[in-house]
């Protein structure tokens, strides 16, 4: 198959190094506003990312003389990659770490930013629950199911009134629609992961030496939230009892400039995508072509 750069994507990809650019210039400036060095983490958390970001701070972050700045952009992701990216930051940031959030640090990313020394957050940052999201395939109707373990125990109250009703007959076929005994604990038990992982986070350095007060702050992170999206604000996170300051002055400016840059860059990014993708289809023989969803079709012709 031929080059499937064209001279669109090319330009696109000329728009990205420029915004790239301009990021670290902004990057430099707030580390020498704040005197420490800023390490930027966007994007989501997974296993592998936590090699890549142990090689940056091997090679770059050597000279932080204990107190490092990170500036985190994430919906989550893996939690166990999340418990060993903050201990890694830790190493780092021995003497201080400081986790800044511009707009998300939600689910695994909340965990993460929990093992700081301190959070700082603008006006419209979010925190987020950390029940995890399990998908399943849903052994009756053959189709992927999301739910959070907290769920479980809802149904099981449902199920519970329905006998108390005397519904019987609804309350069986709702257990019928249950997975296995052994499949609904190991979902319930995975909810203890994170509110371990967020212990021990708290207790040896936000909250140090304080395991009553971490055990309640990680059972509302776990336990205490209707939906895995809620908003978790920088007022909240203060309530909890988390060491959180609000960003202001040109620090904010700063930190919205690289958020607002960062997410101009993952558009070009994604229409970078798209552009491959698109370019590949027209290569494609006829008869594959003809079974592509409708809104594909046009590309053959030249039409987007």
Wanted: charged letters at 35%; glycine letters at 6%; proline letters at 3%.
């Amino acid at each position: 198959m031929k080059e499937v750069k064209g001279k669109n994507t090319k330009n696109v990809e000329t728009k990205i190094k420029e915004i790239e650019k301009q990021v670290e210039k902004k990057r430099v400036e707030l580390e020498k506003l704040r005197k420490r060095k800023c390490y930027l983490f966007f994007g989501e958390i997974t296993r592998s990312i936590v090699e890549d970001v142990f090689d940056d701070l091997r090679n770059k972050y050597t000279d932080c003389n204990g107190k490092l700045d990170v500036v985190v952009n994430s919906g989550g992701g893996d939690i166990d990659a999340a418990f060993n990216l903050s201990m890694l930051f830790r190493r780092f940031g021995n003497k201080e770490l400081i986790f800044i959030i511009p707009r998300w640090a939600k689910s695994a990313a909340t965990l993460m930013v929990c093992g700081g020394d301190k959070l700082i957050m603008t006006p419209i940052a979010e925190l987020g629950p950390l029940d995890p999201q399990i998908i399943e395939i849903n052994p009756i109707e053959r189709r992927l199911e999301q739910f959070s373990p907290l769920h479980i125990e809802s149904t099981l109250n449902l199920i519970r009134d329905e006998f108390k009703k005397g519904n019987k007959e609804l309350a069986n076929k709702l257990i019928e629609r249950l997975q296995f005994p052994l499949t609904l604990g190991s979902f319930l038990k995975s909810i203890e992961i994170g509110e371990q992982y967020l212990i021990r986070l708290l207790s040896s350095r936000i909250l140090k030496n304080n395991i009553k007060q971490a055990k309640e702050i990680a059972d509302r992170f776990t336990k205490g939230y209707a939906d895995h999206g809620f908003c978790i604000t920088v007022d909240e996170a203060k309530e909890m009892g988390l060491q959180v300051e609000e960003l202001a002055g040109r620090e904010l400016d700063i930190i919205w400039d690289i958020f607002r840059l960062y997410d101009k860059k993952r558009k070009l990014e994604k229409k970078i995508r798209k552009e491959e993708m698109l370019e590949m289809i027209k290569e494609l023989p006829p008869e594959l072509l003809e079974v592509l969803p409708k809104e594909l079709k046009n590309v053959k012709g030249g039409k987007r």
